[in-house]
């Protein structure tokens, strides 16, 4: 099974400033198809989850443009350009490259300073 | 407007059975594989099934093989999972989600004595 590791695990970050998660894979996330199956995803308190980021950098409709996903191979990285209060809450990434099983990792919770 | 609502949650003793369904409205379902994931109370995200769009293949997280079965009605554009041989640590929130984009609001199960 391919493992997700992300981190931190938590962040606290002042309001308009920027934030950063990483999230590395133990094996690389090319499909055989050419694209790499790299998501990420919002979960805000007492909330389900929302898709933001699939496929490494491709933002969800209606995902504003502070989210941005980049990486290849097996190092990837989800960053927020000015942090707002809305984005508290836990992020995780996934890979759909591998399955089954579908994995995600621990999750980094996000926080105001 | 997609929409996904699980429902037949609730408490059970350990080694019993529940199921669960998922009513999609908004989508073609039947174009659309279906999966399962669970969270457990302060946990992270754990996938547990997937059923593909016409219902010819599934697959398991190694947790559940063997004790719960997914499956879907495309006529009726509803998933299910069956959930038989309950164990404590299958306590859970539990997400149907649509190709893991999309997900519902999730339904809890609570294996208890």
């Known amino acids: 099974d391919v493992v997700m590791t992300q981190s931190p695990l938590s962040l606290s970050v002042t309001l308009g400033q920027p934030a950063s998660i990483s999230c590395r894979s133990s094996?690389?996330?090319?499909?055989?198809?050419?694209?790499?199956?790299l998501n990420w995803f919002q979960q805000r308190p007492g909330q389900s989850p929302r898709r933001l980021i699939y496929?490494?950098?491709n933002r969800d409709s209606g995902v504003p443009d502070r989210f941005s996903g980049s990486g290849s191979g097996t190092d990837f990285t989800l960053k927020i350009s000015r942090v707002e209060a809305e984005d508290v809450g836990v992020y995780y990434c996934?890979?759909?490259?591998?399955?089954?099983?579908?994995?995600f990792g621990q999750g980094t919770k996000v926080e105001i300073k | 407007e997609v929409q996904l609502v699980e429902s037949g949650g609730g408490l059970v003793q350990p080694g019993g059975s529940l199921r669960l369904s998922c009513a999609a409205s908004?989508?073609?379902?039947?174009?659309?594989?279906m999966h399962w994931v669970r969270q457990a109370p302060g946990k992270g995200l754990v996938w547990v099934s997937h059923?593909?769009?016409?219902?010819?293949?599934?697959s398991y997280a190694d947790s559940v093989k063997g004790r719960f079965t997914i499956s879907r009605d495309n006529a009726k554009n509803t998933v299910y999972l069956q959930m038989n041989s309950l164990r404590v640590e299958d306590t859970a929130v539990y997400y149907c989600?649509?190709?893991?984009?999309?997900w519902g609001q999730g339904t809890l199960v609570t294996v208890s004595s």
């Open positions: 059923i593909n769009s016409d219902g010819s293949s599934t």
């Open positions: 094996q690389g996330l090319v499909h055989s198809d050419g694209n790499t199956y």
């Open positions: 989600t649509r190709s893991i984009d999309c």
């Open positions: 996934m890979q759909g490259t591998h399955w089954p099983p579908w994995t």
């Open positions: 908004g989508f073609t379902f039947s174009t659309y594989w």
């Open positions: 496929k490494v950098s």
